[in-house]
């Protein structure tokens, strides 16, 4: 006779994996609006990070999707090269530095979208147990990408009292990561931040890169620069202040073409590294090409060869300008009307130079993005800030935002 038992049944998942949420908190937000968009509620929806048309459909560049159908079926269809195939790797290198001399000293590799070089940086620069050091404001997904990868995250206080970066707060981060770890991954998501749409200025720049040389003196010091909307801010502030001492660090630089390209589902990306030492970037080179084949094996070969020649073809790079540069005025108009009405109704929000996001600083960010939910108004929470996606928020909708999020900053 069999016997029955209300015993809960052992899980066969590792203790680690076994209370993992199923779903990343931006997009179950995303979820929830469109759930109730669906069933008739006027909702405005700021929570993705995509550009949307005024009318609600998702913005694209028709050059891409020439791109996309003039490739091969057959070469579509092969597997692309492990790293990459070798003319991408040299245009993505070409699009970062350009004429810097950083260029010359460049490895790269494909990665699944500007995830996929955020994670190969974790799992080859920061041992299993220690962290990673970013700014207290960041995209979340470093904190998932850090955790399934067995290590950890660190901040330091972004924004000094008087509302610019707090270089005083990353020095004694990094000073402190460095004593107890003796090296140190640090990355930063400039220009035009995700999440607060702020981008440092020259000054700030020549800080970080003071700051940095220091730090190698007590230790090996790698620099990430997450680039997903650097072609929405200003000319490129870096590549100076990182060529004065890239005989001191490692560089290395997350390259997307989801927001370049508003290409979001094709998960083209790539990751740079840059190092004088000529031994270095082939052990650099190996222990990238092998997390590619440990971990998605090939890229999309089709967004590759796509994206090569919207990076290279002449004609189809004036397209690709010209079609960015209306989707930089969308955005710029948008942020224009979000700051004159924020202005006047008292939130505070740091200083905006491009991007799909701008911040507004909330005591109680969680209870104030509830309140704004009640009136049918989704942003992100995050400590001490809310994250709105201006990207997505039709111009004739952000009166009707700014009002809500002030009504319900006030409690």
């Known amino acids: 006779m069999s016997q029955t038992t209300n015993a809960t049944p052992m899980s066969s998942l590792i203790p680690s994996a076994s209370e993992r949420p199923g779903d990343d908190p931006i997009f179950a937000l995303n979820t929830e609006a469109e759930r109730r968009a669906a069933e008739g509620e ?10 949307t048309e005024d009318d609600g459909a998702l913005a694209i560049m028709p050059s891409v999707f020439d791109a996309l159908t003039a490739v091969p079926a057959r070469s579509a269809a092969a597997y692309a090269p492990i790293a990459g195939d070798r003319a991408f790797n040299s245009a993505m290198v070409r699009d970062v530095f350009g004429t810097s001399s950083l260029g010359d000293h460049a490895i790269s590799v494909a990665t699944a979208g500007g995830t996929g070089a955020l994670h190969h ?3 080859n620069y920061v041992q299993p147990g220690e962290a990673l050091l970013t700014t207290s404001y960041y995209w979340s997904p470093y904190r998932i990408i850090a955790d399934h990868a067995g290590r950890e995250v660190e901040t330091f206080e972004m924004f000094s009292s008087d509302g610019t970066f707090n270089l005083e707060a990353m020095r004694s981060g990094l000073f402190e990561l460095m004593e107890r770890q003796g090296r140190a991954l640090i990355i930063f998501n400039f220009p035009c931040h995700n999440p607060t749409g702020y981008s440092l200025d020259a000054r700030e720049w020549e800080g970080v890169s003071a700051i940095l040389a220091e730090a190698s003196d007590k230790g090996p010091v790698t620099f990430m620069l997450d680039l997903a909307y650097a072609h929405y801010g200003q000319a490129a502030r870096w590549t100076s202040p990182m060529e004065a001492i890239a005989d001191r660090i490692t560089l290395l630089v997350a390259w997307s073409a989801s927001k370049s390209f508003l290409q979001y589902g094709a998960r083209v990306g790539g990751l740079l590294g840059v190092t004088l030492d000529s031994e270095e970037r082939q052990r650099m080179s190996n222990a990238l090409a092998y997390s590619c084949r440990g971990v998605w094996s090939n890229c999309n070969h089709a967004g590759l060869l796509a994206v090569t020649e919207l990076l290279t073809d002449p ?11 209306r989707a930089k005025v969308l955005l710029g108009e948008r942020v224009a009307l979000f700051n004159e009405k924020a202005e006047r109704l008292g939130l505070k929000t740091p200083r905006y130079e491009g991007g799909f996001f701008v911040a507004v600083f909330a005591e109680d960010a969680p209870a104030t993005a509830a309140r704004a939910r009640e009136k049918g108004v989704f942003v992100v929470p995050m400590d001490g800030a809310l994250r709105v996606a201006l990207c997505a928020t039709p111009t004739s909708d952000i009166p009707r935002l700014v009002q809500v999020l002030a009504v319900a900053a006030e409690g």
């Open 315 to 325: 004609e189809l790079k004036v397209r690709v300008t010209r079609e960015r540069e």
């Open 42 to 51: 006027s909702i405005i929806n700021a929570t993705l990070g995509v550009l």
């Open 121 to 123: 940086a974790v799992v």
